[in-house]
C-alpha cells in the first residue's frame, strides 16, 4: 500500500501562482509512476502530468505545457506541482496518483490521494 496526502491548494488569483505537494508514505516511493490529475466541477477528472520513477521521464498534458511543471524528490517521498499562470479555467481538486506504468491512464494509476481544491478567481 502507498499513501498519498496533497497540500498545497487554496485560493489564488489569476496570474498567480501555487505548487501542490504530494507526501508518500507506505511502500518504496522510488518505483512508482506518479501523476497528477485534476476533476473540475461538473467535469470528468482528466490527466494533467507524470513523472518516472527516477524523474527522468516527463509528460503533460498538452494544454498545459509551459505553465505546469512537475517534479519529485525520492529522498523525502515528495512530488510536486508547481503551476504558474493561473486562469479561472484551472480551478479545480486536484489529485496525486501512483502506479507502475509510465501512462497517462487514470486505471492504471494504484494509489490515489484525497485531493487538494484549488481555486483561481478572476
Known amino acids: 500500500q502507498v499513501q498519498l496526502v496533497e497540500s498545497g491548494g487554496g485560493l489564488v488569483q489569476a496570474g498567480g501562482s501555487l505548487r501542490l505537494s504530494c507526501a508518500a508514505s507506505?511502500?518504496?516511493?522510488?518505483?512508482?509512476?506518479m501523476g497528477w490529475f485534476r476533476q473540475a466541477p461538473g467535469k470528468e477528472r482528466e490527466f494533467v502530468a507524470r513523472?518516472?520513477?527516477?524523474?527522468?521521464?516527463?509528460y503533460y498534458a498538452e494544454s498545459l505545457k509551459g505553465r505546469f511543471t512537475i517534479s519529485r524528490d525520492n529522498a523525502k517521498n515528495m512530488v510536486y506541482l508547481q503551476m504558474n499562470s493561473l486562469t479561472p479555467e484551472d480551478t479545480a481538486v486536484y489529485y496525486c496518483?501512483?502506479?507502475?506504468?509510465?501512462?497517462?491512464?487514470?486505471?492504471?494509476?494504484?494509489?490515489w490521494g484525497q485531493g487538494t481544491q484549488v481555486t483561481v478567481s478572476s
Open positions: 496518483a501512483a502506479g507502475r506504468m509510465l501512462t497517462i491512464r487514470e486505471i492504471a494509476y494504484d494509489y
Open positions: 507506505g511502500r518504496t516511493f522510488s518505483p512508482y509512476v
Open positions: 513523472i518516472s520513477g527516477s524523474g527522468g521521464l516527463l
